[in-house]
């Protein structure tokens, strides 16, 4: 059972452009979503992550949207760069973050001159 | 400052062999998570330590699967009698208990590749 659904499977941008990825959640217990950011023969590296208590986190380029009523949300990615280019994966768990994650299936970006 | 470290990186067995991944965490991190992540899919839980305590497995994990934190510190994955189906990226993260109501941030080694030919 699929408890958290992200899309688009990929994406290609432009340099420059705005990169958004959408996911939706099942379990209303999650508490805590973060991004997180994997790079070839790369363990997840954390990028940015939201509570369910504000509708929004901005950090640099990154920005998490939040629709706790609709249990989706977003992850928008400013002015996007080459090194930007790599797979990211939405995740959701219970406990502000003190249980296992559940991912998504992953967004692979590619940025495009 | 080291993160977390698994070894070896890379690992081809033919099917029905027994293989150990091992699992470095970051020092002083209480709890200690192994993941599977096949081609084309996120990361999927496998289980959990809180120091030497496994305190939840996943209904993935088949018995021949078997884990252990023996001193809290580092952990070994087991897999017997491998299956082509095991072929898959085993990943490592650690963390620590936060303090109440702070975020608890997982981090992540770099994997374990695994081929069952």
């Known amino acids: 059972q699929q408890q958290v659904k992200q899309s688009p499977q990929s994406l290609i941008v432009q340099k420059g452009g705005i990169s958004i990825i959408n996911c939706a959640y099942e379990?209303?217990?999650?508490?805590?979503f973060p991004w997180y950011q994997q790079f070839p023969g790369k363990g997840p590296a954390l990028l940015i992550a939201?509570?369910?208590?504000?509708s929004e986190k901005k950090e640099g380029r990154f920005t998490i949207s939040f629709n706790k009523s609709a249990k989706q949300f977003s992850l928008h990615i400013m002015d996007s760069q080459p090194g930007d280019s790599a797979t990211y994966f939405c995740?959701?768990?219970?406990?502000?973050?003190?249980?296992?994650?559940?991912f998504g299936t992953g967004t692979r970006l590619t940025i495009i001159p | 400052d080291t993160g977390v470290s698994q070894d070896p990186r890379h690992k081809i067995t033919k099917r029905g062999q027994n293989v150990t991944f091992r699992c470095d965490p970051i020092?002083?991190?209480?709890?200690l998570y192994w993941y599977r992540q096949t081609l084309g899919q996120g990361p999927e839980f496998l289980t959990y330590?809180?120091?030497?305590?496994?305190?939840?497995k996943s209904r993935l994990l088949s018995d021949r699967f078997s884990a252990e934190r023996p001193k809290g510190s580092f952990s070994t994955l087991e897999i017997q009698r491998t299956e082509q189906g095991d072929s898959a990226m085993y990943l490592c993260?650690?963390?620590?208990?936060?303090?109440?109501?702070?975020?608890?941030?997982?981090?992540f080694g770099p994997g374990t590749r695994l081929t069952v030919l």
């Open positions: 020092s002083e991190h209480n709890r």
């Open positions: 995740a959701a768990t219970s406990n502000f973050g003190n249980e296992k994650l559940t």
């Open positions: 330590f809180q120091n030497e305590a496994q305190l939840e």
């Open positions: 939201i509570r369910p208590d504000v």
């Open positions: 379990n209303t217990a999650f508490d805590y």
């Open positions: 993260a650690s963390s620590q208990i936060p303090l109440a109501g702070d975020l608890n941030e997982q981090f």
